[in-house]
C-alpha cells in the first residue's frame, strides 16, 4: 500500500505495516533473528543477514519514510550514529557549512571524530543569510540544519536554506528531531537528507535509544544503506518493534504537546520570577515568522530564564518539581525539565555558551502530555 496521499495521522499507524504474511498478524512481529534459511544458495526470501535488512526494522524504516514524504529510510542505533552515517558519505577536503547553535553531541562528532578525517566544518549563525552565503564554495557539499534549536529555540528558515545548497551543488540535512514530521516536513521545503534522534519524539515513551535518515534522493540512498551495511550501527529489532508502536500515537501526542506547549509558555511569560521565555510560537519571538511559514505549530519545548540570572536559584529550583522530572533528553510522554549550562551543555566552553545566550539561569521544559492543570501546578509551587 503507497501512503503517500494520506494525512500523518493514517500514516502514523498503517505506514510500513502490513499484515505478516505467513500468520495475519496485524502487528509487524518481533523478528528476533540474526539470519534467514536460503532454499539453495543465494535463494532467500530478501533477507540474508540482519545487518543487512531485517522484516521489523524494514518497517519502521518504511513508516518514517512515509511520515516524513520520503521514499527511503535508514534505522541506526542513535541520532549519532545516523549523523555519523550522512558524514561519511562526505570525503577528506569536503566543506560542511553548519550553525553555531547544535545539539552538543553533534558539534562533538563533527569537532571530535571527522575534522581529524579532513572534514571541514564551519560554525555559523545561519540566522544571517550573508553570513551563509560568505562560507560556501566549491567544496561545499552539505549544509547542516537543527531547528528549532537546543535549548534556545532559534528557528533556520530551510526553504532558504534549501535554495542556498542548490546553488552551491551542495546536499541540505535538516535535524528534524524536535519539530517531528507532524510539526515541519524538510523533504518538501527541499531538504535532501531528514535525520532524527527517534529516542525522543518518535519513540515517544523514552524507553529507547535510535536514529533514523530519510532521502528521496536514490544517490543518497544508495550510500545510505551501503554505510549502514558497511559500518554497521543498526538498531535492534526489539527496539524497531517498541517504535513502531510508539509512532502509532505520534499526532495525537503531539497535538498534545503542542497544547500543554503554549499554555506552559503563556504562564511563565506572567510570571514575576521569569525574565524570559524561549517559545517561537510568540510574536515577539525574533523567527516567530519562519516558525510559522515552516511549521504547522510550535510544539512541547520551552525554555525560560530566572530574572536575577542567579545559577543556585536555577539549581535549586530544579529539584523542586514533582510532576516535572530532572533530567536529559526530552520529547515523552512524561514532563522533564533540565538545566542546559550544566547537563546537556556543560561541554560547551563556558564563552560560547554565554554567547548562545545558554546563562546559568536558563531553565529547559520538555513540556509532556500529562493534564495541564497539574504541569500548571507543579510550576506555580516550584517557582513558589
Ligand atoms: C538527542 C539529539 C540528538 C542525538 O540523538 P541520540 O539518539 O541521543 O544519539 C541529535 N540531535 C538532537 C536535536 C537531539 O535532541
Not at 146 to 155: A, F
Not at 227 to 241: E, H, K, L, R, V
Not at 357 to 381: A, K, P
Request: negative net charge; glycine residues 8%.
Amino acid at each position: 500500500m503507497n501512503y503517500k496521499y494520506f494525512r500523518i495521522g493514517t500514516k502514523a499507524i498503517h505506514a510500513g505495516v502490513e499484515p505478516d504474511p505467513s500468520t495475519g498478524a496485524i502487528m509487524t512481529p518481533i523478528f528476533q533473528t540474526s539470519t534467514y534459511v536460503q532454499e539453495g544458495v543465494g535463494n532467500h526470501k530478501g533477507y540474508a543477514y540482519s545487518r543487512t535488512s531485517n522484516p521489523t526494522r524494514n518497517a519502521l524504516e518504511k513508516s518514517i519514510a512515509a511520515l516524513e514524504s520520503a521514499k527511503y529510510g535508514a534505522c541506526f542505533g542513535s541520532g549519532l550514529a545516523a549523523i555519523d552515517c550522512v558524514i561519511k558519505m562526505l570525503n577528506p577536503g569536503d566543506e560542511v557549512i553548519t550553525s553555531n547553535d547544535l545539539y552538543g553531541g553533534t558539534y562533538r562528532i563533527f569537532t571530535n571524530i571527522f575534522a581529524k578525517y579532513g572534514i571541514i566544518f564551519h560554525f555559523i549563525d545561519m540566522n544571517d543569510e550573508e553570513e551563509v552565503l560568505n562560507y560556501v564554495n566549491d567544496k561545499t557539499r552539505l549544509i547542516w540544519v537543527e531547528t528549532p534549536t537546543n535549548p534556545m529555540m532559534n528557528i533556520i528558515d530551510i526553504a532558504l536554506m534549501s535554495k542556498i545548497a542548490k546553488q552551491a551543488n551542495a546536499w541540505l540535512g535538516v535535524d528534524n528531531t524536535f519539530a517531528t514530521p507532524y510539526l515541519q516536513q524538510p523533504i518538501e521545503l527541499g531538504a535532501d537528507i531528514v535525520m532524527h534522534s527517534v529516542t525522543k519524539y518518535l519513540g515517544g515513551h523514552s524507553d529507547v535509544v535510535m536514529g533514523a535518515l530519510v532521502t528521496s534522493n536514490e544517490i543518497i540512498a544508495k550510500e545510505m544503506y551501503r554505510i549502514q551495511n558497511s559500518s554497521g550501527a543498526i538498531t535492534s529489532p526489539m527496539d524497531s518493534f517498541l517504535v513502531l508502536r510508539g509512532i502509532k500515537t505520534l499526532h495525537v501526542r503531539m497535538q498534545r504537546h503542542c497544547e500543554n506547549g503554549e499554555k506552559v509558555a503563556c504562564y511563565l511569560n506572567e510570571h514575576p520570577k521569569v525574565e524570559n521565555v524561549f517559545w517561537p510560537g510568540f510574536k515577539s519571538h525574533p523567527n516567530h515568522l519562519i516558525a510559522k511559514k515552516q511549521m504547522s505549530g510550535f510544539g512541547g519545548m520551552i525554555s525560560f530564564s530566572l530574572k536575577g540570572e542567579n545559577r543556585d536559584e536555577a539549581l535549586s529550583l530544579m529539584t523542586k518539581f514533582k510532576v516535572f522530572s530532572l533530567a536529559e533528553s526530552l520529547g515523552g510522554v512524561e514532563s522533564l525539565v533540565c538545566h542546559p549550562s550544566t547537563m546537556t551543555h556543560a561541554a560547551l566552553p563556558e564563552k560560547d555558551r554565554k554567547e548562545a545566550g545558554i546563562i546559568d539561569s536558563l531553565i529547559r521544559l520538555s513540556v509532556g502530555i500529562e493534564d495541564i492543570e497539574d504541569l500548571i501546578f507543579d510550576l506555580e509551587q516550584a517557582l513558589g
